[in-house]
């Protein structure tokens, strides 16, 4: 088996971030789906600072975004699904 085929996705996930078609892996998080739509910014602060994921473990709460409607998903620990609707820039 070549190593390219290790690595190739046998199941594809097609999700939106803020109105952006993404494809990723089955098993990817939405951070990774973040990243693939190119949107770095999850929400922001009660100050208007813009904040992205940081410790990628459920703790810092920085990746906080909307999924499905449900305001405040840790998108560092959530595994992203098909028809999924990501929305970011939330206040928080
Ligand atoms: S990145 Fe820290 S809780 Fe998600």
């Not at 994921?53 to 920085?62: T, V």
């Amino acid at each position: 088996m070549h190593m390219s085929e290790v690595f190739r996705a046998e199941v594809i996930r097609v999700l939106t971030v803020d109105d952006v078609r993404v494809e990723v892996p089955s098993g990817a998080t939405v951070v990774a789906a973040l990243v693939i739509a190119g949107k770095l910014r999850t929400r922001r602060s009660v100050t208007r600072q813009p904040r992205f994921a940081l410790c990628g473990i459920g703790q810092c709460q920085e990746c906080r975004v909307t999924i499905d409607g449900k305001p405040h998903q840790l998108a560092c620990r959530t595994i992203c699904k098909d028809g999924m609707v990501v929305v970011t820039g939330g206040r928080a």
